[in-house]
């Protein structure tokens, strides 16, 4: 058993920074030294939502400090991040090649703790504590399955390697793996927050010739033209049924975009991509909206799609490297994602600072 510090959340609606115990990794468990974990919307609404004490965080990176008998994916000393939806591999969405929808170890597969890493793990007053997303990342250890680690190279930096575990992910995949966005093509992204910036890139990335930053704030559109956006429209609040910015949208593109991206998590623009993008242009939903809400069947037509991806149908071995790369060619901005770092003593502020938009991204670093 190991002392360390963790962010508990105590299922009432509060948090605060407490003395725990993390064991032994199990024969497929891996032990971490988390380095960097990043702050996100998922992590505040856990706090709140969640009836139940845990280890909050599920955005990590750091340095393995201890592996199970049967553990071969890293050493001990390898740097790693943490992905959040952990593939079992053998189960059908695994075997379809969704490992984000695995039906045992998913966030979604609603199976409780059943077949993760196991809750004893890690202990408050000699009670087994659960781990949020079964990483518990604002800890400086914790433990987590083999298949939720992925080895990186030692020369990037351990917050930006946090942020590519969700947000990043999120955004480059929605756009690469679940839109499979073409060359050439025209391609709009609704809120240009941590997610939303992702989005531009990869579409940047991928070779769409046309890449319009859509939100209400001047600042994040400028923002928005750093990672790659070639037009900006301001959408004025109460133009909620997007009319005013579609019909900007076909002054830029003709008939409508072939894509539209939602990455704000307002109920209310869960139809918002619809309305911009051409007859059977696709429309993505990346930010997980889950509210019920109301809108016209006639935006559907004729034949668009309307998708959900979770976590940029995310396949950590194969996507994470992937995006490495493209940092390491410049192709990818990551380190400029960070607006700020916080101590663990601090998430307060980050908190602050994320729900009031003054920040694209935050990081809890650990030393
Ligand atoms: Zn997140
Ligand atoms: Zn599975």
């Given at each position: 058993?190991?002392?360390?510090?963790?962010?508990?959340?105590?299922?009432?609606?509060?948090?605060?920074?407490?003395?725990?115990?993390?064991?032994?990794?199990?024969?497929?468990?891996?032990?971490?030294?988390?380095?960097?974990?990043?702050?996100?919307?998922?992590?505040?609404?856990?706090?709140?939502?969640?009836?139940?004490?845990?280890?909050?965080?599920?955005?990590?990176?750091?340095?393995?400090?201890?592996?199970?008998?049967?553990?071969?994916?890293?050493?001990?000393?390898?740097?790693?991040?943490?992905?959040?939806?952990?593939?079992?591999?053998?189960?059908?969405?695994?075997?379809?090649?969704?490992?984000?929808?695995?039906?045992n170890h998913s966030p979604?597969?609603?199976?409780?703790?059943?077949?993760?890493?196991?809750?004893?793990?890690?202990?408050?007053?000699?009670?087994?504590?659960?781990?949020?997303?079964?990483?518990?990342?604002?800890?400086?250890?914790?433990?987590?399955?083999?298949?939720?680690?992925?080895?990186?190279?030692?020369?990037?930096?351990?917050?930006?390697?946090?942020?590519?575990?969700?947000?990043?992910?999120?955004?480059?995949?929605?756009?690469?793996?679940?839109?499979?966005?073409?060359?050439?093509?025209?391609?709009?992204?609704?809120?240009?927050?941590?997610?939303?910036?992702?989005?531009?890139?990869?579409?940047?990335?991928?070779?769409?010739?046309?890449?319009?930053?859509?939100?209400?704030n001047q600042e994040r559109?400028?923002?928005?033209?750093?990672?790659?956006?070639?037009?900006?429209?301001?959408?004025?609040?109460?133009?909620?049924?997007?009319?005013?910015?579609?019909?900007?949208?076909?002054?830029?593109?003709?008939?409508?975009?072939?894509?539209?991206?939602?990455?704000?998590?307002?109920?209310?623009?869960?139809?918002?991509?619809?309305?911009?993008?051409?007859?059977?242009?696709?429309?993505?939903?990346?930010?997980?909206?889950?509210?019920?809400?109301?809108?016209?069947?006639?935006?559907?037509?004729?034949?668009?799609?309307?998708?959900?991806?979770?976590?940029?149908?995310?396949?950590?071995?194969?996507?994470?490297?992937?995006?490495?790369?493209?940092?390491?060619?410049?192709?990818?901005?990551?380190?400029?994602?960070?607006?700020?770092?916080?101590?663990?003593?601090?998430?307060?502020?980050?908190?602050?600072?994320?729900?009031?938009?003054?920040?694209?991204?935050?990081?809890?670093?650990?030393?």
């Open positions: 058993m190991q002392t360390t510090k963790a962010v508990i959340s105590d299922g009432k609606g509060n948090y605060k920074v407490s003395t725990i115990q993390v064991g032994k990794p199990a024969e497929d468990e891996v032990q971490i030294q988390i380095k960097a974990s990043g702050i996100c919307h998922t992590d505040w609404d856990s706090i709140q939502n969640w009836n139940k004490e845990f280890i909050v965080g599920h955005e990590g990176a750091g340095i393995v400090t201890a592996i199970g008998s049967k553990v071969s994916k890293v050493q001990v000393g390898d740097h790693v991040v943490l992905n959040w939806a952990i593939p079992c591999g053998q189960c059908f969405q695994c075997r379809e090649g969704n490992l984000h929808i695995c039906e979604v597969c609603g199976c409780g703790l059943k077949g993760h890493a196991h809750p004893e793990a890690t202990h408050k007053e000699n009670k087994p504590l659960e781990r949020s997303f079964h990483l518990g990342t604002m800890s400086e250890h914790t433990i987590v399955k083999e298949a939720a680690v992925v080895k990186i190279d030692k020369d990037i930096p351990f917050a930006t390697a946090a942020i590519v575990g969700c947000g990043v992910m999120t955004g480059w995949g929605s756009v690469i793996n679940a839109a499979q966005l073409q060359a050439g093509s025209s391609a709009c992204i609704i809120g240009c927050g941590g997610v939303g910036l992702n989005a531009v890139q990869a579409a940047k990335l991928a070779g769409a010739a046309q890449v319009i930053a859509i939100d209400i559109l400028e923002q928005a033209y750093k990672f790659g956006a070639t037009h900006g429209i301001i959408a004025e609040k109460d133009d909620v049924d997007f009319i005013n910015v579609a019909k900007k949208v076909r002054e830029i593109t003709g008939r409508g975009a072939d894509y539209a991206f939602e990455c704000t998590a307002i109920p209310a623009l869960g139809s918002a991509p619809l309305a911009l993008v051409r007859n059977a242009g696709t429309a993505v939903q990346v930010s997980g909206i889950e509210q019920r809400i109301d809108f016209d069947c006639e935006l559907f037509e004729w034949d668009k799609k309307y998708i959900n991806p979770l976590y940029g149908m995310c396949n950590p071995d194969r996507d994470f490297p992937r995006i490495f790369s493209l940092y390491k060619n410049k192709n990818l901005l990551l380190d400029e994602l960070i607006t700020k770092t916080y101590a663990m003593e601090n998430l307060q502020q980050g908190f602050d600072d994320l729900l009031n938009g003054r920040i694209a991204k935050g990081v809890v670093i650990f030393d």
